[in-house]
């Protein structure tokens, strides 16, 4: 199950529903980006729920949510977090059997933070099981740390016990290709934690967070 088990993340989520859930600058970047792609999109599942922030976020948008992770801790969380709207599944995205455990396809399928805690052979297997869930027309949507953002100084601060292996941006198309999916947008986010910020310029360089949105290749 990657670089960190499961206590590990019990413990992370515990000691994040104590300190908030307010809406960061670099979520509300993600929010900015993920909106345009929500019209005809009515079914979503957020791989890696965490906290139940984003599950939430799809709910109120009135979408047909899904939350999928595979710490008891933060799906609780997310029940509590969407009231209940959003389904909660349990299932660990290395193991064969996952896409058996989801009883639908989607969409899109949305992920922010998960990539980086595992292994290139870890993560072309998680690809390949959200691959076989996502709908003939859906879309892929992918947030993860950015190898080269200062943020990298200081993360270790605000996640103990957390390992992962940030994302530079060559690396993350490259995740996507190697899969068979078609990019059809890329960036990066959050360069700087305000309300401006250089993103266009510099987002691929320097942000935060890097995402893509892709779909299968034809």
């Not at 990019?183 to 967070?209: E, K, Y």
């Amino acid at each position: 199950m990657g670089q960190c088990t499961v206590s590990n993340w019990d413990g992370f989520w515990a000691r994040a529903e104590a300190s908030g859930s307010d809406a960061s600058w670099s979520k509300k970047r993600i929010i900015h980006i993920l909106s345009p792609f929500l019209l005809n999109h009515p079914k979503v599942l957020d791989a890696g729920c965490g906290s139940g922030f984003f599950s939430k976020f799809f709910c109120d948008q009135g979408l047909v949510t899904s939350s999928l992770d595979y710490s008891p801790v933060a799906l609780a969380l997310t029940a509590r977090c969407t009231n209940n709207r959003s389904q909660t599944i349990r299932a660990d995205l290395l193991a064969p059997s996952s896409p058996g455990l989801v009883p639908n396809t989607f969409d899109m399928i949305f992920s922010d933070g998960l990539f980086e805690h595992f292994s290139p052979d870890e993560q072309d297997i998680m690809m390949k099981n959200l691959v076989a869930l996502l709908a003939v027309d859906g879309l892929l949507v992918t947030f993860v740390p950015n190898r080269w953002s200062p943020w990298q100084v200081v993360r270790p601060l605000f996640m103990p016990g957390i390992k992962e292996d940030p994302f530079d941006y060559p690396g993350l198309l490259d995740l996507y290709a190697r899969n068979g999916i078609t990019v059809i947008s890329s960036g990066g986010i959050n360069t700087i934690p305000f309300r401006w910020s250089p993103d266009t310029l510099l987002g691929r360089r320097f942000g935060m967070l890097l995402f893509a949105v892709g779909k299968r290749a034809l």
